[in-house]
Each structure stands twice: as C-alpha cells, then as structure tokens.
C-alpha cells in the first residue's frame, strides 16, 4: 500500500511539474520603476526610493496598482510587466507628494481613486479606461475625510463602505458611503482595535518589544468570501520586519467583526524581503487570490520601503491565509481557474546559490564591503567608489551549479533624484564561467531603456556555471550598489538531513510567565543555510512562516495569548530542502 501510495505521490509530482514548468516566475521585491522619496527631511541619510500602502485592483481583465507617492500608477495583463503610467491626481500646487496610501477600487463599470486626507480638498477620481489616463472628477471633496482610506463596493448588496484609520490611540472606522453622492451622511461606526496584550504579533517595536510607543492599526482592506466579511488590517508599524496583516471576520459590513484565529495571516519577519503588512487582496484573471503588501528597508529613512506579492485565498473553512514561505525566492504565476489551493505556496524550488559565498569586485566605497551583497539582507550592501561603465561584482557559487534565475537588486548610494524619475534606466551584462577563465554572456542589458530596481531575469535555458559577474554600464543616478545580487537554479549536492532536536519552549500557562513568546531552539544543521520554522494554531493550518539563516534558534514574539501553538521546522541550502520535522505542540 504505501509502495502505491509512493508511485501516485510520484505520479502528482510529476504532473505538477510538467504544468509548473510552463509558466513563468517572479521574485519579491517586485521590479517595478518605483520612485524616490519626495521629502527633504526624509533625505538627510541620503535620497533614496520609497513607496508602500499598495493597493491592487483587477478592472477590465487588468491588474492596475497604486502605492504611496508615485504620481501615478502601473498595470499589468500577468503581473510580470508592469507599465507605469504618470499622472498627478492633487490638484493644489502646495503638496510636494501625490496620493499617500490611495484608496481604489471597481464599481459596476468605473474605478476610482482617492488619496488620504483628513482636509478638504482632495477629489475622488474615476475613470472607465484608466490604461488610457483618462481621469475625471468623481466629487469635489471627501467630506468625511479618511486617512488610509479602504472603499468596498459590496456587488451583492448594491452598497458602498468605506474603513480607514491609522493611529495608536484610536480605532479603525466604517461608514456607509451613498453612491449617488459619494458621501457618508455622517453614521460613523468603530469596527476594530488593537489587542496587543492578547496577540503578540501586535506590540510595538522590531521584534514586538518596544513599550515607549503603543502599536499602530492602519492599512484597512476588505475582501468578502462566501458571503462573509474580512476586514484587513497592518500593525504594529510601517517600519518592522514583522509588520504583518491581520484579518476580522463578519457576516455584516460594519459590525460584529471577530478575530480570525489563524492571525496574522500575512507576515514575513525573515529573509530578503522583509515584513508583509498594509497590503490589499486582489485575485488574477483566473480568479486566484493574491495579497500584495508593504516591504521594509529603512536604512536611509525608516520610511524607506518596497511592495511584495504573495499567494494568498481561503481554504475549505473560509480561513483567510497567506503564502509568504520562501516568498521572496522564485515564485510561480501560475495560469490556473478559480478554486486552486495556494495554502502550499507556489514556490519554484530554485535554490539561493550564492548565499555567503566568496566574492570578488572592481571596487569599495568605505565599510560597503562586498560580502553585504550576498548576505540576505536588504538592509546591508555593497557599493563600488563610482558608477562608471566596468565597475564589476563577481560571486562565486563555491561548485559547478544549474544556474536558471538572476535578481539584481540595487541599493541607493549618493543618488541625486526626489520625486518620480521618468525615462531612467540601468544597463549592463552579466557573465558566466565554469572554471573563472572563458566567459559566457548569459545577460545582456546593454540596451536597455527601463529602470529596473530589483530586476529579476528567468533565463530561457538553465547554464551551468560556478562564477556569475555583473558589469555596470550604465547607473541612473548614484554610485553602482548592490543589496542583494542573488542567484537561483540548483546545486550539484545534496539536501541537508532533517532538522533535530527541534523544541519550542513556552511558559506554563499554570505559571507567570510571557505567553506571546516562544524560544525555538534546535541542533545546527552543518549542512544548512538557513531554516524554515512554520506556525499556526492547527497541525492542518500552518500557514505562518519565519525564515532563519545561520541561526539554531528564533525567540518568536508574534503568539497569541491564550492559544495552542504548532510547529515544524525544515532546512535548507543551495542543493534542496530537507524533510520536515514532526509537529511539535506548544501548550
């Protein structure tokens, strides 16, 4: 019986990856052209991009997204090439930024924008052919005024709501706009608060420790599934690695919101691409749910950030979950109907080959030392003295490895722009070698005329090679910098072995003791680069993830008070995955 059970797992295996292999990946950061900090006083540390808040909407069969401070937004038909399109939705000169934290959504045959405002002079737009640019003024004014505005448009009930809110002392809002006018008539109701003495994930501070401020709720976004209402939420803050989503169910729009108990359901405090907060929930062409949410950096500025998509839906129970597991390696964007399980993730399975390894470059400005740009962390990089044309950063994947994706992403060193940048672009080549001596060009951007700030190429062919090099041509502004020139495909080894001793340690709950907290501990794994520990409140659901390089043990703070916990853990490196470990219930 399990001979045959095998030969079928098999069989599903394979069938999987005949269908995965033809459609296409994308990795986190997402590479859109994103622009640069508009604000003198956030640029002290330096000039630097930012963007956040997005939000994804899918009107007329295309994917139209808007984030914070762009000056107009981008669409896409597959979520791989997005086209930007530039325009001014503040009609007074006296506002140095455009829509911050915008609010969009589709109604019958329009979509509309609206950008946070607690004054008076911001318009609400509409437009039936947004690809187009072709904008008009829906109302004069907001009268209610929202500051990380969220607009439902309920289709079943021929109804429109609006949520927002964001403070630490105050509760996210509900009120029922009027579609002839696009105002409230004033009935304004509280539909959720913060809790952070009962969910961990809540408090305040990098790692849910800080108690000099209270946490923020801000970011709301509704999405309603099987005739019930999720009402999306971020906190603790913008700035944190585990800004997360959260979500409260109702069967009613503006009342009788409960807690999911499967929270935060988007959250991603590990890896590359860190944090997955104030997000939005969309779903493709194909009816699939997607969750694309806020990243943070904050190295130049704590409000230095970028946006991140993550397979997202409901599961048999109509929990609401969020796939952020290895969410910022290779993803699949699969072509699939509506009704498909994404709880798995859809993770390509190619290995990060170049994590910590040697490198060798041209060039170094100061401390920005070359190890920073493989070290898997987007905070730190490498900078090379200038941005002429062959500045050049060379990595060494250590063995001969099936190379099959490239993500190059930039860092902001002496870069001179504010504001969007319009006709900007990057250009170089990228080279591979089996032995350091011939070379082969695998990547050629010399031509190319797009900014492209985390740039993610899928080669056509997997090319074996052991040393990859990047020459700069051109640079848009600033010196050639890199946080993360990470490589993908797979190694000529082995997986690591099954992680062991594995143990979450708790309070007793009979005791005093801090039950939003739990030490993972395990033995190192020699062969590992890092671990992936996943969580939830159901062996069934362990939708939550935390990703760990170099590390035996993680103090997890996210835990909600009065609930059981579950946990497994497995490694990983550049050869594979290992097998999970068991689950381990933590009381």
Known sequence: MKFLCSLLYAAACLTGAAV?????????????????????????????RATADPVIVNFQKKLFLFSTNQEGYWYSDDMLDWKFIHRKFLRDDKYIHDLNAPAVWAMKDTLYVFGSTWEQDFPIWKSTSPEKNNWHIAVDTLKVGAWDPAFFYDEDKNKLFLYWGSSNEWPLLGTEIKMKTLQSEGYVKPVIRLHPEDHGWERFGEYNDNTFLQPFTEGAWMTKHNGKYYLQYGAPATEFSGYADGVYVSNSPLEGFEYQ??????????????????????????????????????VKNSFERRIG?????????????????YGDYP???????????????????????????????????????????????????????????GEWFLTDLGEVSDVKAIQINYADQDAEFMGKTLEKNHQYQIFASRDGKKWELVIDKSKNT??????????EKAVKARYIKMVNLKMPTGKFALSGFRVFGTGPGKAPRAVEDFVPLRADPKKYGERRSAWLKWKQNPDADGYVIYFGKDPEKLYGSIMVYGKNDYFFTGMDRTEVYYFRIEAFNSNGISAPSEIMRCE
Request: a neutral charge; one cysteine or more; proline letters at 7%.
């Open 450 to 459: 797009r900014d492209v700030p985390h740039d993610y190429i899928e080669l």
């Open 331 to 389: 993803t699949y964007i699969p072509k699939y109907a509506q009704g498909r399980d994404f709880s798995k993730g859809l993770f390509a399975g190619w290995m990060l080959l170049n994590y910590s390894k040697p490198v060798q470059v041209s060039s170094t400005l100061g401390s920005y030392q070359p190890n920073f740009a493989v070290d898997e962390d987007i905070k730190t990089y490498w900078s090379a003295k200038t941005a002429d044309p």
């Open 261 to 298: 108990k499967h929270n935060p359901f988007s959250y991603k405090p590990g890896g590359f691409a860190r944090g997955a907060g104030h997000g939005a929930t969309f779903h493709d062409n194909f009816g699939n749910y997607w969750h694309v949410s806020t990243i943070a950096i904050g």
């Open 309 to 325: 998509i993550w397979p997202a839906g409901f599961d048999r129970d109509d929990v609401m979950y969020c796939n952020t597991a």
């Open 20 to 48: 995965f292999s033809q459609q296409k990946t994308y990795c986190n950061p997402i590479n859109i052209d994103y622009g640069y900090t508009p604000f003198e006083v956030f640029s002290k540390q330096g000039k630097h």
